[in-house]
């Protein structure tokens, strides 16, 4: 960043003291909050996290330094909840996001449904992608679709569903203009996000000790399995002998009986039973 475009002392020093007056502002709108979703707590949470946020750019741009403070993401929360607390109905709003990354293999998937439906001969829907993603969204049901997703030469991005909560149920036909328009964030009851930063952030967490197994296995593969599989051999031979010599040895506790039993028939004697 060029000299010209640097901040003046002067605008970080505002910025840090609207940084205390946000902070003074929150702490009086937490003491006087009228219950457990305030709005003005929340408003305050905002203008405090602007406030810090701005504070931190201009800090760093200045003197090359940073604030200790990590600002949540606004999109990473939910407003509080003004919606009914004993909701008559709801509304689930689903987006899931796909990259095409095989057309061939989506055009293909879609020639099948065509082929295979009387109606749609001689139409040739599936020669595009755009025809293609018509006949499979028309033909399987969405989450078959997420769970296939691969099948049909789709990736997985983000998706997140909301569970939203409304006074009473819409009337036939009446939000189908503009289904996502009266997306309210303060009239969701619970939402679930599915995103690959999540596993990212999992992933780094196991680096480490992704590297100490490597390590662990590396030792086992000196001689390890090798070693097991001679040993389960070895003593697979082992007991096979023993059984063999076991089953001879019997043998021979049962013959001298036979044979004495034989003499005695032979003798005359009636043997007993």
């Known amino acids: 960043m060029s000299d010209a475009a640097q901040p003046t002392a002067a605008e970080v020093r505002a910025a840090a003291e609207a940084v205390k007056t946000a902070l003074d502002r929150h702490l009086a709108a937490v003491e006087r909050r009228s ?18 946020e701005a504070y931190d750019e201009l800090l760093y741009d200045r003197y090359d330094e940073v604030t200790p403070f990590e600002i949540p993401d606004a999109e990473d929360s939910l407003p509080p909840y003004t919606g009914p607390e004993e909701p008559n109905a709801l509304s689930v709003l689903i987006r899931r996001d796909y990259a095409v990354a095989e057309p061939q293999r989506l055009m ?3 020639r099948r449904v065509e082929a295979a439906d009387d109606e749609g001969a001689g ?3 599936s020669g595009t992608v755009h025809g293609a993603l018509g006949l499979l ?13 691969k099948e049909f030469g789709l990736e997985e991005g ?9 006074d009473e149920a819409a009337d036939p036909g009446e939000w189908l203009e503009a289904p996502f328009e009266q997306a309210d964030p303060q009239r969701v009851v619970c939402r679930f996000d599915v995103s690959a930063v999540f596993d990212d952030e999992f992933d780094d967490g196991l680096d480490d000790d992704e590297d100490d197994g490597g390590d ?16 389960l051999d070895t003593d697979l031979d082992e007991e096979t002998d023993e059984d063999l010599d076991t089953d001879e040895d019997l043998d021979e ?3 001298p009986r036979g044979d004495e039993d034989d003499d005695r028939d032979q003798d005359g004697e009636r043997a007993r039973l």
């Open 35 to 52: 219950g457990e979703d305030d709005p003005a707590v929340y408003d305050a949470f905002n203008q405090l996290a602007a406030a810090a």
């Open 108 to 110: 293909a998937q879609a």
């Open 123 to 125: 139409v040739a829907s």
């Open 137 to 149: 969204f028309g033909e399987f049901e969405p989450d078959e679709i997420a769970s296939r997703h």
């Open 158 to 166: 983000d998706s997140t569903l909301w569970v939203t909560a409304a």
């Open 216 to 231: 662990r296995d590396d030792e086992a593969g000196d001689g390890g399995v090798p070693e097991l599989e001679e040993d």
């Open 253 to 255: 506790d049962l013959d």
